[in-house]
């Protein structure tokens, strides 16, 4: 520590120390102490006090960070000493440049490490009935803005803290609902009636490299563009049964584009945090194979900053307002590596928790003021690591890859195998004969190369949603650069306008994760066990979901590109309509913007056709192609919403020859579910973007007759339909947010109206109603079940024979599919797959999978999508994938007048499979003939 650097901060110490006493105390400006049973802070009050602490204290400002999907204001309080505030843009420059590590020596670095200051998040609330988070927060910035021990002070300057608010609105919903019974012993917060975020609930830990949500945005901006913090720390709830908190370090497996400093730095922080609670006392600490944590994943506020080689941490805390009990598992009572300190049962209060989660920021704090300069060049060396990787030849070892040289040399290998080492024996690893170095070659195969950058065509069918992808590199803190004029790589030409990514740059685990495949490794209890599920997504290669078109380049390349600013949004270029025809306009169906332009022409009443084929026509045209006759108010239309789409119009005087339909907006019905459900949130969502108009229904009202008459469409997304009982479903399914059955006795009677739930007693026979009188029901994902309670003419196509030739559904043992992109075929002459291509990747979560029966054969049933290989998998982990050859994905069935869709994989999923969204979309267009 550099002496000289302190001794002014001392006077500036005594003069904190004197403001420090004028701090409101929360129990002041609350009327509560943050941990009294029975009370919660709404976040109106939260704001009020953060801004009164920012006002009274010299250590504290507060930020806006922008607004929240119901319009409040999302805060960021940034806490330092006053002399660190004073030079703030300068450490936030240092922790800028050294995390991009660019343009920097290692002495350059090393100086700047010194000068500089530990940036650390630490945030609370994201999941707001994981009321911890806020409340831990709230008393964090209270000790943090008021505490005149040493330690605190030193913390104070050697860290920039940023104590970030996750979800504004969530925290307003969950407080008030707790605290709207008068009498405190009567209070819960369960039973909301609908998510705490207002589209995705507890999904909003899901959308940290999409970031569809503002949340998700305005935190992405802090942590990759503005701040760069060496440190993420992501509080959340429950721990798991039997233990206080979970945290670092992680079970494995970890994600092969990591550095390895970065995993070994999260281990440093867990053994700190673990230190800290021992040495307090404070036990029931469970990590790695203690809880089901892994840091595989992408896309949580917790692990995005680790392809950004930023130190992420997420701890699982129990703790209610109401008093709670500490359970007692058995297991749980072994001291272990993954649980040093086991936990006696007991009764647990708020204030525990809060306790627990301020020593873990102290942990943190603490070590990041003691080890500031190592954190800030260590972010440094992980960076120029990075930039070296991407400037060179550079092969990342996957699972795969080890696999096919072990294979390369049992398929080389004569001679009988050498004897396996006597298993017996207590040092039996150390014996163990490896295979001859050269099969090393087979891992540094030149065509497997990582690429040394991806070129985004500005030509490809749907630019304006490659843009889209380009814009979540962009947020995610990746520099991206643009061709101001065509050029030429490996013998292509590509126009002015591409994108080029490359990856010699500190964040390139972030870019490879969104360009390539995930590699999953086969991930077993034991040897022919059942599989270990993944803690969240296998594979999600964003690249693949969204159909972007991008080429891999294995080697160096220049051009005449231009690095655009850092975090700089890019919009489409303008479209603009091509031709002086008079006769009406043509839209091309690939661009998934084309929806938006259909919408906005049917809102304002213009005429909108869509041809059905074009066969025998001399200007052959994509089925699905849209064309608007000239007609009063098109032209403008067309003019300004091409503009902002960035769609290519193209003015005929006479529409070409062909079979075309005209395009209506059916009365569309979105299911959801008292206490809300994240797909049909997130598909809400979507729906909203894309303007489409809908009304939410709900089982109580379908099971009431309300779809007769009043819908033409009804969209059952993933969770509304479980499996029958007489196939081994559930006895009576509800949203996994709400734990216990609500009644109406518990609630409001304003909600009254969005209770009931499924059952094949009422909701099966209203539906059948339905579809039989002409609606249509489009069954996504899971609901695609609904195939079986109608008897509809498919069957399970994940099935085998049991010995007494019974069919039975595969066990998990051999068939297992958690979440992974997985390469389909569709139909693209069929109007659900219009603007589709032929291929597609689509999102897979162990959904439904079906094989039409002869019945479906004779009423002419035509799969829309399906799987036609044996190896269909893109990204993730595919266990037993030769099951789905063949099996069917999405048809229509018809129910008397009305069909019933069927879309089985996960179309919408989390807004990200841009590839598939078409599916959805074409249900929700009427497509009548054209008089
Ligand atoms: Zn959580």
């Given at each position: ?16 120390a004197?403001s420090?006493?004028?701090v ?8 509560f102490?943050i941990?009294?049973?029975y ?5 109106t ?17 507060l ?6 999907e ?5 805060p960021?309080?940034?806490?330092t ?9 300068r ?8 995390a ?12 700047l490490?010194e000068?500089?200051?530990a ?6 609330g ?26 605190t ?18 925290q307003?919903?969950?407080s ?36 569809a ?6 935190i ?17 709830q ?7 908190i979970?945290?670092?370090?992680y ?14 730095s999260?281990d440093?922080?867990g ?5 800290r609670f ?6 029931g600490?469970a ?33 209610n307002?109401?008093?709670m ?6 297991e749980r009572?072994?001291?272990s590596?993954d649980?040093?300190?086991?936990v006696?049962?007991q009764?647990?209060?708020?204030r ?8 873990a ?16 060049y ?13 400037s ?8 795969s ?24 024996e207590?040092?039996?690893?150390y ?7 050269e ?7 030149p065509?497997q ?30 520099a991206v ?9 490996n013998g ?5 306008g ?16 969104l ?28 690249a ?20 655009l600013?850092w ?6 270029p ?18 998934v ?13 213009l ?14 045209l994509t ?32 529409p070409?020859?062909?079979?075309r ?7 569309i019905a979105?299911?959801d ?6 797909p ?24 009431a ?6 819908y ?7 969770g509304?339909?479980p499996l ?5 479903g ?8 709400v ?8 609630l ?7 209770l ?31 195939a079986?309670?109608?008897n ?6 994940l099935?085998e ?15 297992f ?8 075929k569709?139909?693209?002459?069929q ?21 039409l ?21 893109r ?5 037993g ?19 019933v869709?069927?879309l089985?994989?996960e ?15 074409n249900?929700?267009?009427r497509h009548?003939?054209?008089?």
């Amino acid at each position: 520590m550099n002496h000289l650097r302190h001794l002014p901060l001392l006077l500036l110490i005594v003069v904190s120390a004197v403001s420090a006493r004028a701090v409101t105390t929360p129990k002041e400006h609350f009327g509560f102490a943050i941990g009294d049973d029975y009370h919660l802070a709404t976040f109106t009050q939260t704001e009020a006090y953060f801004k009164k602490v920012a006002a009274e204290s010299d250590r504290v400002v507060l930020v806006d960070i922008g607004p929240t999907e119901e319009g409040r204001r999302q805060p960021m309080l940034i806490v330092t000493s006053p002399a660190n505030h004073a030079k703030l843009e300068r450490y936030r420059q240092i922790s800028q440049r050294l995390a991009r590590a660019e343009g920097l020596n290692d002495a350059e670095a090393r100086a700047l490490a010194e000068e500089g200051r530990a940036v650390v998040w630490i945030d609370g609330g994201l999941h707001a009935n994981e009321t911890v988070g806020t409340h831990q927060l709230i008393e964090s910035v209270y000790r943090f803005a008021s505490a005149t021990d040493a330690v605190t002070q030193r913390i104070l300057d050697d860290v920039i803290i940023l104590f970030t608010h996750c979800n504004p609105d969530g925290q307003e919903l969950i407080s008030s609902w707790y605290m709207r019974r008068p009498v405190p012993e009567e209070r819960f917060f369960d039973l909301q009636p609908r998510l705490y975020h207002k589209y995705v609930g507890h999904d909003n830990n899901r959308d940290f490299f999409t970031m569809a949500m503002k949340e998700s945005s305005n935190i992405n901006r802090q942590l990759y563009v503005d701040w760069l913090p060496q440190i993420v720390y992501n509080h959340h709830q429950s721990a798991p049964p039997g233990t206080i908190i979970s945290g670092p370090p992680y079970r494995d497996p970890f994600n092969y584009v990591f550095d390895p400093l970065l995993v070994t730095s999260i281990d440093a922080i867990g053994a700190a945090m673990n230190n800290r609670f021992h040495a307090e006392g404070k036990v029931g600490i469970a990590q790695r194979r203690g809880a089901p944590f892994s840091t595989w994943w992408n896309g949580g506020l917790r692990t995005t900053p680790y392809f950004h080689n930023q130190i992420g941490i997420l701890t699982e805390i129990v703790g209610n307002p109401t008093p709670m009990d500490i359970p007692l598992l058995p297991e749980r009572q072994i001291p272990s590596g993954d649980l040093p300190a086991p936990v006696a049962p007991q009764r647990w209060h708020y204030r525990q928790s809060i306790d627990y989660s301020v020593s873990a920021n102290y942990a943190i704090l603490d070590y990041a003021s003691r080890q500031r300069d190592h954190l800030l060049y260590n972010i440094y060396l992980m960076g120029k690591a990075s930039i070296k990787r991407g400037s060179r030849d550079h092969w990342t070892l996957y699972p795969s890859r080890v696999d096919a040289m072990r294979k390369a040399y049992e398929a080389d290998r004569r001679t009988a195998p050498a004897a396996a080492p006597d298993a017996s024996e207590r040092f039996a690893a150390y014996n163990a004969p490896g295979i001859p170095p050269e099969y090393f070659a087979h891992l540094q195969k030149p065509e497997q190369r990582d690429p040394r950058g991806y070129i985004l065509p500005a030509d490809q069918p749907d630019f304006p949603t490659a843009v889209a992808f380009i814009n979540m590199l962009i947020k995610g803190g990746v520099a991206v650069e643009r061709a101001t004029t065509d050029f030429t790589v490996n013998g292509k030409t590509y126009p002015s306008g591409s994108y080029i990514v490359r990856t010699a740059q500190a964040f390139r685990p972030h870019i490879l994760d969104l360009f390539e495949p995930q590699d999953h490794p086969n991930d077993f209890l034991y040897e022919g066990g059942p599989p270990i599920a993944p803690y969240d997504s296998a594979g999600w290669t964003p690249a693949f979901l969204m159909g972007v078109r991008f080429d891999r380049i294995l080697d160096g390349f220049e051009g005449p590109f231009v690095r655009l600013p850092w975090g700089e949004i890019q919009a489409p270029p303008a479209g603009r309509i091509a031709g002086a025809g008079r006769g009406g306009f043509l839209i091309p169906p690939g661009p998934v913007n084309t929806f938006k332009l259909i919408n906005r022409a049917l809102a304002a009443g213009l005429e909108v056709h869509r041809f059905a084929s074009a066969s025998g026509s001399a200007n052959a045209l994509t089925p699905g192609t849209v064309f608007i006759p000239a007609q009063a108010g098109a032209e403008n239309l067309i003019t300004a919403a091409a503009a902002e789409l960035g769609l290519a119009v193209q003015a005929v005087d006479q529409p070409p020859s062909g079979q075309r339909v005209k395009v209506s907006r059916p009365r569309i019905a979105l299911w959801d579910v008292y206490g809300g459900s994240m797909p049909s949130g997130w598909t809400r969502w979507l729906l909203e973007q894309h303007g489409f108009a809908f009304d939410l229904v709900y089982p109580g009202q379908i099971d009431a007759g309300a779809l007769a008459g009043r819908y033409d469409v009804l969209i059952l997304p993933s969770g509304a339909i479980p499996l029958p009982r007489a196939l081994g479903g559930p006895p009576a399914p509800r949203s996994s947010y709400v734990l216990r059955t609500p009644r109406r006795e518990d609630l409001p009677e304003e909600f009254h109206g969005l209770l009931g739930s499924f059952s094949e007693e009422k909701t099966v026979p209203a539906l059948r109603a339905f579809t039989e009188a002409g609606g249509t029901i489009v069954a996504v994902g899971t609901s695609s079940q609904l195939a079986h309670h109608l008897n509809l003419p498919v069957k399970n196509a994940l099935v085998e024979l049991t010995p007494d030739g019974r069919e039975q559904r595969l066990p998990r043992e051999k068939f297992f599919v958690p979440g992974s992109v997985l390469r389909a075929k569709v139909d693209p002459s069929q109007p659900a797959a219009w603007g589709m291509t032929a291929d597609v990747d689509i999102y897979f979560d162990n959904n439904p999978v079906f094989r039409l029966t002869p019945a479906a054969l004779v009423e002419g049933v035509k799969p829309i999508a399906w799987f036609d290989t044996p190896r269909p998998l893109r990204s993730g982990w595919a266990w037993g994938q030769a099951y789905l050859d063949q099996g069917i994905l999405a048809a229509d069935l018809p129910v008397g007048q009305g069909t019933v869709r069927l879309l089985a994989p996960e179309v919408t999923f989390r807004a990200q499979p841009y590839g598939t969204f078409k599916l959805l979309f074409n249900t929700l267009l009427r497509h009548d003939p054209a008089r």
